[in-house]
């Protein structure tokens, strides 16, 4: 009977490291990048994310079937397998939204400048996240939008302030294994 009770620690230590997998872009590298490791190659697991997701959601499933969904074990182990499993979406969602340093209500100036740029390099959320970061910590930057799915990113900042090779710049100072350029360059009005 010895063997019964570690079967269940086998099975949700399981689960969890399926869900840690499938989201191994984002949470081993957001992890890195908090103590300035950069990033350690972990985007290669990407394409097999859905292969991860699957055996979680089976992993789960089988341990639910098994010792019930009211054990506090399985709980846990659900709560922690969906929370890894999502962090990509999540993070996605967090590098494309509007956070700024700066509210657009307290920026009097009525015009916007917008750098768009391709990256080459971008290879998972935490790396875009990354780079976020860097461009929201930048002086006189009131938003930046990073995309991993397409490697680009949009910056406004006050205008006049930054010329395109300063943008350029940016980028080369997160980490040299990204490559940018400037696609498009313009100001717009902010509305009132």
């Excluded at 205008?159 to 980028?171: F, N, Q």
Aim: proline share 3%; glycine share 6%.
């Amino acid at each position: 009977m010895k063997g019964d009770s570690s079967s269940p620690k086998i099975s949700y230590f399981w689960a969890i490291l399926c869900g840690l997998l499938s989201s191994s872009c984002c949470v081993i590298q957001l992890i890195l990048n908090i103590f300035s490791v950069g990033c350690a190659g972990f985007s290669l697991l990407t394409p097999y994310r859905l292969v991860f997701l699957s055996f979680t959601a089976i992993l789960i499933t089988t341990t639910i079937f098994q010792y019930g969904l009211l054990s506090k074990r399985t709980l846990i182990t659900i709560f922690i397998s969906v929370l890894l499993s999502i962090s990509p979406e999540v993070v996605s969602r967090y590098n494309q939204s509007n956070i700024s340093s700066m509210p657009m209500s307290d920026y009097s100036n009525k015009q916007v400048e917008i750098f768009v740029l391709q990256i080459n390099g971008i290879s998972c959320e935490g790396c875009a996240n990354r780079i976020k970061n860097h461009f929201d910590a930048q002086p006189h930057v009131i938003y930046s939008k990073v995309y991993f799915k397409n490697q680009s990113a949009i910056i406004g900042t006050f205008p006049g302030i930054y010329e395109a090779k300063d943008v350029l710049t940016w980028v080369k100072m997160i980490d040299f294994k990204y490559d940018g350029k400037v696609i498009q360059q313009y100001i717009v009005s902010k509305e009132d």
